[in-house]
């Protein structure tokens, strides 16, 4: 996107990123910079610095920095225009967009505004005679209808094109309708709706926008549950159903839940702060979102062998994170032929009661409870073998435990389960214990063996192929941000010296900003360099450079950066470092 750099200028200076990412992330001033639990990565230490002087955000946990318009980017995962018109609005500034930019942004809202008028459609057919098995489908769930408006639903009909003709009637074209996913091409030129004879559930963000579509059928075909593609307004890992409501709740807690209509359920039950993932398994993405409206979560999935698979999932992501995390497990409900089947969250509320539900919320076991239980569950604890192996598998997890108290508490009752003493179980646990700080002894180890290695960047793309000319190369850089005074009027250095392509782009970038009289900032670089390029360059510059002795720091830097490089003249580098070698050792190569 070729924004006047003046505009990008003039809103990085309105857009002080204290004030963006503090309504995000709870700040806390440490010195000069300011700290808090990173929005990228689960933690329970805070990470996540901010540094005001320069505009900079650096998380030295997941290694994610940059400035204002990244922080937005990733954040709120747009693109880079899209941030940059995202900032605009909140610093109420008008964006001089080019031709193609508009239409991508035209193109975008288009999509959106289809979303809307589908969901509008399908709710008006709601309330029409076409939808009224829907209607009557809504009545045997016991959903009452101000709980089908808060929600928006709506109803397909069982007919092949009636919101295609609809829509196309109101100016979308057969192609809108494709990308956003609302029909289908049968391969021979014609379309069909997608969604037919279904009850719909519109996906509505945080933000207020229908980004996509739920349905349930109404009889006994396949798929019984079918949800929206992804779309270039729709990503499953990053939405979830139900927060746009459940970001409003006065409680102090979000409930994870796996269904659609659980959420439905639960939140007519007076459960208002149930969400629901969207036909995937919790995502980190979806946690950072949690994030800015809870830190304590509780796992509500179906008590079968898919619910207890997605809750181990859920509880390795939010592992050593900032989340208190409980476990609600619904107990199976016997039928009247005798029989134990599993209950939704659904199911129990209609079975047991909006009451009973709650003394189970309110009881639920946190997440080193409900994982000791499922590890017991596979043991049978009257052999005295499956003991032993319990016991071994137990440790494992207690000695995982970072807190002291939790470990002695969780042993003791590791050991009643098992039947053993408390003192055997505790030392099992310190053995365990030892072998994972000595697993993680050995891995410092081949760091210090190799610290080159440990301080190549991760992405192949960022490598130094000259480690010393590179270290010079960031001085340079870190430099020229902290006192541009220091640089003389003509660049010191061509692109070109730089052995490192990434920070000689970086470097010529800041000299063309620092010769326009722009200022010279890392912020001002978001649109030049991808996501892995801007972090790994605030990197560089949370690294620590004085500029008390600056003019002989640089010029000590342009001086290994010379060494290193090709000569000027053209001649063989190896042999321009012989020749070097010769003359300091009186012209032998041998002493």
């Known amino acids: 996107m070729a924004f006047p750099q003046s505009f990008l200028d003039e809103l990085v200076s309105r857009c002080d990123i204290v004030d963006v990412v503090g309504s995000y992330v709870q700040l806390t001033r440490k010195g000069a910079s300011l700290f808090g639990l990173c929005p990228f990565h689960s933690e329970k230490t805070g990470s996540f610095s901010v540094a005001p002087d320069k505009q900079i955000y650096y998380c030295f946990g997941c290694k994610k920095g940059g400035g204002v318009v990244n922080f937005i980017m990733e954040e709120e995962n747009l693109t880079f225009p899209e941030a940059v018109r995202f900032l605009a609005k909140r610093a109420g500034m008008e964006v001089p967009e080019e031709e193609g930019d508009r239409e991508a942004g035209r193109r975008r809202q288009r999509l959106l505004e289809l979303n809307r008028d589908a969901a509008r459609f399908y709710h008006r057919l709601l309330q029409q005679p076409a939808g009224q098995s829907v209607r009557d489908y809504l009545d045997r769930r016991q959903i009452r209808w101000n709980t089908a408006v808060k929600f928006g639903m709506g109803a397909s009909p069982d007919a092949w094109d009636v919101l295609l003709g609809e829509m196309t009637s109101r100016g979308y074209t057969k192609s809108e309708l494709l990308t956003a996913g609302l029909i289908v091409d049968n391969k021979k030129g014609g379309f069909y709706d997608k969604f037919r004879n279904r009850l719909m559930l519109p996906v509505i963000d945080t933000r207020g926008d229908v980004v996509a579509f739920g349905s349930r059928v109404l009889d006994k075909s396949e798929p019984k549950y079918m949800n929206s593609s992804e779309t270039p307004v729709y990503s499953k ?100 032929d005798g029989e134990l089947v599993k209950q939704d969250a659904d199911d129990f509320i209609k079975n047991h009661g909006p009451d009973a539900f709650e003394r189970l919320l309110s009881g639920s076991e946190n997440g080193v409870e409900f994982r000791m239980a499922q590890i017991a569950g596979k043991y049978d604890l009257t052999d005295d073998q499956s003991r032993v192996a319990y016991s071994e598998e137990i440790s494992v997890l207690l000695a995982a435990l970072p807190n002291a108290v939790e470990r002695e508490i969780y042993t003791a009752r590791a ?61 340079v850089l870190r430099l020229l941000l902290l006192d541009e005074s220091l640089f003389p009027a003509a660049p010191p250095l061509r692109e070109a010296e730089f052995s490192s392509p990434l920070l000689g782009r970086v470097f010529g970038l800041l000299w063309q900003a620092r010769e326009a009289g722009r200022p010279v900032t890392l912020a001002a670089l978001a649109g030049a360099l991808s996501p892995e390029e801007i972090s790994h360059i605030t990197a560089v510059c949370q690294q620590p450079e004085s500029t008390q002795n600056g003019g002989r720091a640089l010029a000590d830097y342009i001086r290994v950066i010379r060494e290193e490089g090709t000569p000027e003249d053209g001649r063989d580098p190896l042999l321009a470092a012989t020749e070097k070698y010769k003359k300091g050792t009186g012209g032998k190569l041998h002493g």
Not at 270 to 277: E, I, K, M, Q, R
Not at 285 to 302: A, G, I, M, N, P
Not at 416 to 441: C, G, H, N, W, Y
């Open 415 to 475: 050991a009643e389960t098992a039947k053993i003493t408390p003192d055997a179980m505790k030392l099992e646990v310190q053995r365990a214990f030892k072998r994972q700080a000595s697993r993680e002894r050995r891995a410092e180890l081949r760091k210090d063996l190799n610290p080159a290695a440990a301080l190549q960047p991760k992405e192949r793309t960022l490598r130094y192929e000259n480690m010393r000319s590179a270290r010079a190369e960031e001085g």
């Open 237 to 336: 890992r990053r939405v979830l159903y139900g927060l746009n409501l459940a970001k409003k709740t006065k409680r102090p807690n979000i409930i994870l839940c796996e269904g659609n209509l659980d959420i439905v359920t639960l939140h007519q039950a007076g459960f208002d702060n149930a969400v629901a993932s969207m036909g995937t398994a919790l995502t980190a993405e979806q946690t950072r979102l949690l994030s800015r409206f809870t830190k304590e979560l509780v796992l509500c999935y179906d008590n079968d062998n898919a619910g207890k698979i997605a809750t181990e999932r859920a509880l390795r992501i939010l592992n050593n994170s900032e989340f208190s995390v409980k476990v609600l497990q619904l107990p199976r409900r016997r039928t009247e």
